[in-house]
């Protein structure tokens, strides 16, 4: 069998306060982050040997220089946008699986509710000559903005209408699920919308954005900054909490991933590859999951990925979010934290902290009763994805 | 024992032309140099479902678009500079040794020669708000443009410059690198310099660049673009080559790795921490090599590199590089395709595609008699490193 299941586990995780205008950098907001997971681990700053700097706003070197890190012996950068952190766990995984690395450090900041830098990094105008971060860059450049599609609002769109169209999907499938995520980030005190809850009719009648999204189809954006250590089971022995393994870790790309209007398929996404491949590593499906935290920059995007990972048939996912099955106490709790459209954005990795949060026990008002097995998903750039399996 | 000896090995090498003037993109010469190593591999493009992309100028979902490539399960980025090529084989191997992909793809295309892309991306004006793709670019504009310092000629001459100083160093221990790599080229077709032999009259002769560096001890900035393709052992059998196998693949960061004047021990590099870690995965020294592929941005690096390899003590580089010790027919052959400095600059890429010539016994008048295992190092940003140890 080939992967590395069960042999590498979540021993740490750390956040910053989720805000909208953290005046603090990126950087240091990823530090903050990365000495709250270190410490969460019971680990001192100079045991991490691996690094897994986002591709944005830090290097490896920025990380080991900070933190001390003097024999830094794995470095490397997981490109797929919002699906970088989930992607990042396989990437740990194999270093720490192999030896190659001990403790291998993740972390994601952004100021993305008070900064504009991160704006200025998909300014087609800076993009003519520039360094291709991500396939969005340059197709963004030359194919999109000309036709006056420039935000993730509008390229998600395209695939979202045709979605609703073809499978009748009605505006309340979407409002579930948004209105599941503002619900469970009122038993969260760490998510920006605690305090604000809302009702499917506040979801109706959130004006437009860009049709088929309402404002409360779409995420949040928020300062913050999330991280994550990574071991093996052999070292989480000596760590301060019971180890969350990782039973499948999978990346998949849309085909082809530069582009989404050229695809024969709009609803194959990068997660219709990373699905089956993670649940086979894992040896596990998606009905055995007693939680799934999915990435939500937008509620259909949600949908989509229900059926991508197996939890329903194709065009039904408007049938299996009704009726508080996705919600706290339902069948499938979706996004326990809030996700992105309640608790915070830090590029999915919450979402990862979150999952690891509920295998411990430690989710609180929030706490999936007896969580042994939960899954979280990554959707980045044109609908790059990934899949990460996790049990207690 | 930690690591994956030789459970991964190189099938598949391609390069372009080595120009100054190529008239092709960046991109277009990644895609070339990598349709020649998989037809080399004796594969098909869509067979590729790893790829790890430079830094620069293109993402895997790019490599995907434009190979074919429909079900893409691995992409990474390793952003250590000029080690990054090294350094992947360290992430290529852990991807194929684990069943993650099954043929892992790497490439680099570079116009350094014809284009002023690669020169704007470390402009200290642009870095000011920009993106950190390497810990240089921060340090640049704050600390050292500042003081007039924005080039690698020049930071790198405060270590030159103190280890000069500190061994006494002449002059022709440098030059004698300088005068292999240039002998070298003229037995390869393929290399810039070859028609244009040097002697260490012409090395002395040569005009200081930024002192210790003369022209002769820079390397080159070509156009070209090389590739690389790694799998298991096993799909091995059934490709075309006699596979070479990655016997241990290490990197290693200065510390700190941001900076270099902040460092307590200038020759301290990269690659004393990677050296050490990939013999002993490779289970051999560096005395039981057949050639060194070194890589060459300065003759004085290459020094440097010999002593943090291991080759000879610390400050006694001097003493192993004359009397032809490191040219074709003697006891140690340097740089045997002529390296960065002779044959072209693909970030040394090159330097692994001719690691592997040699040990396919393909290197034609220069090859190394019985070759058998022979060591590619990198060496990026402010002095990050990478050893890979190759065997045939």
């Given at each position: 069998?080939?992967?590395?299941?069960?042999?590498?586990?979540?021993?740490?995780i750390?956040?910053?306060?989720?805000?909208r205008?953290?005046?603090?950098?990126?950087?240091?907001?990823?530090?903050?982050?990365?000495?709250?997971?270190?410490?969460?681990?019971?680990?001192?700053?100079?045991?991490?040997?691996?690094?897994?700097?986002?591709?944005?706003?830090?290097?490896?070197?920025?990380?080991?220089?900070?933190?001390?890190?003097?024999?830094?012996?794995?470095?490397?950068?997981?490109?797929?946008?919002?699906?970088?952190?989930?992607?990042?766990?396989?990437?740990?995984?194999?270093?720490?699986?192999?030896?190659?690395?001990?403790?291998?450090?993740?972390?994601?900041?952004?100021?993305?509710?008070?900064?504009?830098v991160?704006r200025?990094?998909?300014?087609?105008?800076?993009?003519?000559?520039?360094?291709?971060?991500?396939?969005?860059?340059?197709?963004?450049?030359?194919?999109?903005?000309?036709?006056?599609s420039?935000?993730?609002?509008?390229?998600?769109?395209?695939?979202?209408?045709?979605?609703?169209?073809?499978?009748?999907?009605?505006?309340?499938?979407?409002?579930?699920?948004?209105?599941?995520?503002?619900?469970?980030?009122?038993?969260?005190?760490?998510?920006?919308?605690?305090?604000?809850?809302?009702?499917m009719?506040?979801?109706?009648?959130?004006?437009?954005?860009?049709?088929?999204?309402?404002?409360?189809?779409c995420?949040?954006?928020?300062?913050?900054?999330?991280?994550?250590?990574?071991?093996?089971?052999?070292?989480?022995?000596?760590?301060?909490?019971?180890?969350?393994?990782?039973?499948?870790?999978?990346?998949?790309?849309p085909?082809?991933?530069?582009?989404?209007?050229?695809r024969?398929?709009?609803?194959?996404?990068?997660?219709s590859?990373?699905?089956?491949?993670?649940?086979?590593?894992?040896?596990?499906?998606p009905?055995d999951?007693?939680?799934?935290?999915?990435?939500?920059?937008?509620?259909?995007?949600?949908?989509?990925?229900?059926?991508?990972l197996?939890?329903?048939q194709?065009?039904?996912?408007?049938?299996?979010?009704?009726?508080g099955?996705?919600?706290l106490?339902?069948?499938?709790?979706?996004?326990?934290?809030?996700?992105?459209?309640?608790?915070?954005?830090?590029?999915?990795?919450?979402?990862?902290?979150?999952?690891?949060?509920q295998?411990?026990?430690?989710?609180?008002?929030?706490?999936?009763?007896?969580?042994?097995?939960?899954?979280?998903?990554?959707?980045g750039?044109f609908?790059?994805?990934?899949?990460?399996?996790?049990?207690?």
């Amino acid at each position: 069998m080939p992967g590395f299941k069960d042999q590498a586990c979540i021993v740490g995780i750390g956040e910053t306060a989720y805000s909208r205008n953290s005046g603090k950098t990126e950087l240091g907001l990823m530090l903050e982050a990365s000495l709250n997971a270190i410490a969460d681990a019971g680990l001192k700053p100079h045991d991490i040997d691996g690094v897994i700097p986002p591709r944005l706003y830090a290097t490896a070197e920025h990380f080991a220089a900070n933190l001390g890190i003097e024999d830094l012996r794995y470095a490397v950068t997981v490109c797929m946008g919002g699906a970088s952190p989930v992607a990042a766990l396989q990437s740990a995984a194999l270093a720490v699986s192999s030896g190659v690395a001990d403790y291998v450090l993740m972390a994601v900041g952004f100021n993305q509710a008070s900064s504009k830098v991160i704006r200025r990094g998909v300014d087609p105008i800076d993009t003519a000559g520039a360094i291709p971060l991500a396939p969005a860059l340059t197709t963004l450049a030359e194919y999109y903005v000309p036709f006056g599609s420039s935000t993730p609002v509008q390229w998600y769109s395209w695939i979202a209408t045709r979605y609703k169209h073809l499978y009748n999907v009605p505006d309340e499938a979407a409002g579930a699920v948004s209105v599941a995520c503002r619900r469970h980030a009122q038993h969260n005190e760490k998510a920006y919308m605690r305090g604000r809850p809302i009702t499917m009719e506040n979801y109706l009648d959130s004006r437009m954005i860009n049709y088929p999204f309402r404002l409360l189809d779409c995420c949040l954006e928020t300062d913050g900054g999330t991280a994550v250590v990574v071991t093996t089971p052999e070292r989480a022995r000596d760590l301060k909490h019971r180890p969350v393994y990782i039973m499948g870790a999978c990346e998949g790309h849309p085909y082809p991933a530069d582009d989404i209007p050229s695809r024969p398929d709009l609803f194959k996404i990068g997660l219709s590859y990373a699905a089956p491949r993670a649940f086979r590593m894992a040896e596990v499906g998606p009905a055995d999951m007693d939680f799934i935290e999915v990435y939500d920059c937008f509620t259909y995007i949600v949908l989509l990925q229900l059926e991508a990972l197996g939890l329903c048939q194709r065009g039904e996912a408007k049938d299996f979010v009704p009726g508080g099955r996705i919600e706290l106490g339902g069948e499938m709790p979706l996004n326990t934290h809030g996700g992105l459209l309640s608790e915070a954005h830090t590029s999915g990795m919450n979402h990862i902290a979150e999952a690891v949060r509920q295998l411990r026990g430690e989710a609180g008002e929030r706490q999936v009763r007896n969580a042994e097995l939960g899954l979280v998903t990554g959707w980045g750039d044109f609908g790059d994805g990934a899949l990460a399996i996790l049990r207690r």
